[in-house]
C-alpha cells in the first residue's frame, strides 16, 4: 500500500515498531506524573500561542471554552512524542543487549510491571 504512494521503498520493522510501543506505553503509565506534567506545559504553551494570534479580546473571550479544550486534547497527543522516543531507545537497548528475539517479550513484561506499578499507586493516593 505504502509502495502506491510513495515512489520509493519504506523498511519497516514490525518487530521494532512492536516493541517500540510496548516500550512507550510502559514508560508512559511507570512515569505517568511526568506524562501529566508533560501534558500541562503543552496546554499552557498551546494556550499562550493561540493567545497571540488574535487581536480583538472579545474575539478571543467567545471561543476560549471550545479552544481550550482542543489545545487540550493536542496536548494529549503530543505527550506521547517523547515516550515514544525513549520507549524507542529502551527497545533498541534490549535489541543489542539481549537480541531482537527478547524484544518484545521484555517490553510485554515492562508493561504489565508498569501497569501493575501504576495500579498500586493510584490506588496507594485514595
Known amino acids: ?5 510513495f ?4 523498511a519497516l520493522d514490525a518487530t521494532a515498531l512492536a516493541g517500540s510501543g510496548l516500550w512507550s506505553l510502559a514508560l508512559y503509565l511507570g512515569f505517568s506524573p511526568v506524562s501529566e506534567w508533560v501534558m500541562e506545559q503543552l ?7 493561540e493567545r497571540s494570534l488574535y487581536t480583538s479580546e472579545a474575539e478571543f473571550e467567545k ?5 481550550e479544550s482542543q489545545n487540550a486534547f493536542y496536548a494529549s497527543i503530543f ?3 517523547p515516550f515514544l522516543v525513549a520507549g524507542s531507545l529502551c527497545n533498541w537497548a534490549v535489541e543489542f543487549t539481549l537480541g531482537r528475539s527478547w524484544a518484545i517479550s521484555v517490553g510485554i ?3 504489565m510491571g508498569c501497569g501493575i506499578y501504576e495500579l498500586g499507586r493510584r490506588d496507594g493516593q485514595q
Open 79 to 81: 505527550s506521547i512524542i
Open 7 to 10: 515512489p520509493f521503498m519504506f
Open 63 to 67: 471561543t476560549r471554552r471550545a479552544r
Open 1 to 5: 500500500m505504502l509502495n502506491d504512494l
Open 43 to 49: 496546554r499552557r504553551w498551546f494556550n499562550f500561542a
Open 109 to 111: 513484561l515492562a508493561c
